[in-house]
């Protein structure tokens, strides 16, 4: 119950210290940022060995971006990440702005435990951020993480750059 409410703290703290809009991206304009991304789900593990298990997590939240060139104020974020302790994570996340506008990415990592840097590759996306490419960095650090698969995290250290909209 401490986690959840420490969560819903966590949350009004960042909606009530937001910063003013960004303007529209130009075609082809790098925009850099910061932010913070919180979110919850559930996670499906398999043991394969002495200390070693794959796991399939499924992530929905929300990403609150801050600088003068950032993409957007805030998202809704949903990520599919494999997770292999032996080896790396992979995945692949969503960010839908409040436009319906959206940002695919692959995430790559050396792993999900905390203190492994995750990288994000952007892959393309809908309506502003069409064609959209750039790269993002965060570390991970569960919050919650129970033993019938629940799961919370946040990131620590969010920051990359986008560039949306370019022709071809």
Known sequence: ??????????????CNHAAAPA????????????????AAGTRTSIPLGAGRNASIADLEGTMLLSGDKRPARGFRSEAIVFNDTGASAEG????????????FSELHGSGVAGGKKIEGTF???TGRFA?????????WQFVI????GKIQGQ??????????????
């Open 23 to 38: 303007s529209e991206p130009a075609p082809g304009e790098w925009r850099t940022f910061t932010g913070n991304w919180i």
């Open 1 to 14: 119950m401490r986690s959840i409410s420490l969560f819903a703290l966590v949350l009004i703290t960042a």
């Open 131 to 139: 064609r959209a490419t750039g790269s993002f960095t965060f570390t």
């Open 145 to 148: 993480d129970t033993e019938d």
């Open 92 to 103: 692949r996340a969503v960010w839908t702005d409040s436009d319906g506008s959206q940002i």
């Open 123 to 125: 892959i393309g996306g």
């Open 155 to 168: 990131t620590n250290d969010l920051s990359g750059r986008i560039r949306a909209g370019k022709n071809p």
